[in-house]
Every structure is written in C-alpha cells, then in structure tokens.
C-alpha cells in the first residue's frame, strides 16, 4: 500500500524531469518558497504571543515578502534557464561532438549557428547522425548548473535586497500611521521576516 502511494508521484516526477532537471530546480524551489513563506505567515497568525495589532502589521509585511521572494526566485531561474537553453539549442554553446558535426556539415549549417531561429532539435530530428545523446546531456548539465547559480543569486543577494528594502519601506508606513496616537497605544512592530529560507 505505501509503495503503490508513493510509486505514482515519484513516476510523476521522473517522467516530468528526467530530460530537464534545471525544471525540477524551478519547480521545486518555488514551491519550497511559497511553502515556507505560508508556514511563516501561520506561525505569526497562530502565536499566542503577538498581539493583534502586531498581526495586523507583520501578516501583510509578510504576504508582500512572500510575492517578492516567490516571484523573484521564479522569474531569476526560469529566465536563466530559457537563455540558456536557448545558447544550446542555437549551438552558442556546444560539447566537442556536436561542434564537430556542425564543422563537417558547415555547408548545410555553418551560417545558421548561434542565430536566434536555428534550433539544433530540429537538426536532430532529421539527421540520424546527429550526435543526440552528448547534446541532451550538455544541455541538460548547463541549463542545470546556470539554474543553481540562478538560485543561489535569488536566494541569498536578491531576495534580501528586496526583502530589506519592502521591511524598510512597510515600517516607515507603519510608523507614520501610528505616531498621531497617544504613546500607551503605541507599539515597537518587530520583524519576524528570515529573509533568507532555502
């Protein structure tokens, strides 16, 4: 019962990825994003400890961290991984065998190399001597490499920037709405935001 269970997410998941893990990466780290930002926000919703009027400053503090964390994430890595691709696809960027099949056959695609509509898996579907094999296997490997340095940018200079900077500007606001009342109404909002979660 517990392997049928969790056979069919896991063949799910081969299925999806086992050409293109740079896909994987992007997938997976938003949703861990997204994950990890909604487990932030019920942590603050469900602590005894924080007020309601601090709720009511952090929860939206946290919601507008999550847009820019998720989205920032989401949009660094998938457009690394499209330009990337796309270099390899256009044979930009190449292995040794491919490069060596586009030079013996330099009549038919010597002109056409690295410009933006060439597509090498055009050329393969039509030429079985094509080398297919070490050409999904580099593609796959850059676009996988240039996915994880794209996560890694998001993760820990990006997102923090945006981060400080959305903290900074929800504070300010929060401040100014608050100083008109008398000082036993007023409150120190504090910043429950990591920042930095995966």
């Not at 920032?72 to 390899?88: E, G, P, R, V, Y």
């Not at 001597?129 to 050409?135: C, E, H, T």
């Not at 240039?146 to 504070?171: F, K, M, W």
Request: hydrophobic share 40%; proline share 4%.
């Amino acid at each position: 019962m517990k392997s049928s269970f969790f056979r069919a997410p896991l063949n799910w998941i081969y299925e999806n990825f086992k050409k293109d893990t740079s896909k994987m990466l992007v997938v997976t780290g938003t949703l861990g994003w997204a994950l990890s930002s909604l487990a932030q926000m019920g942590a603050i919703l469900f602590n005894p400890k924080i007020d309601f009027d601090q709720k009511s400053f952090l929860l939206p503090q946290e919601f507008l961290d999550a847009v820019f964390n998720v989205g920032a994430f989401f949009a660094i890595t998938t457009l690394t991984k499209k330009s990337i691709s796309k270099l390899a696809s256009t044979g930009k960027i190449a292995p040794k065998k491919v490069r060596e099949f586009l030079h013996k056959n330099k009549d038919l695609y010597g002109d056409k190399v690295g410009k933006y509509d060439f597509d090498l898996d055009e050329v393969l579907k039509k030429d079985a001597k094509f080398p297919k094999d070490s050409y999904y296997t580099y593609k796959n490997y850059v676009t996988t490499v240039g996915t994880v340095g794209a996560s890694i940018l998001s993760c820990n200079i990006v997102t923090p920037i945006l981060s400080n900077s959305l903290a900074a500007d929800v504070q300010k606001e929060y401040f100014t709405k608050k100083k008109d009342l008398p000082k036993s109404q007023q409150i120190t909002p504090i910043n429950y935001s990591s920042g930095m979660r995966i």
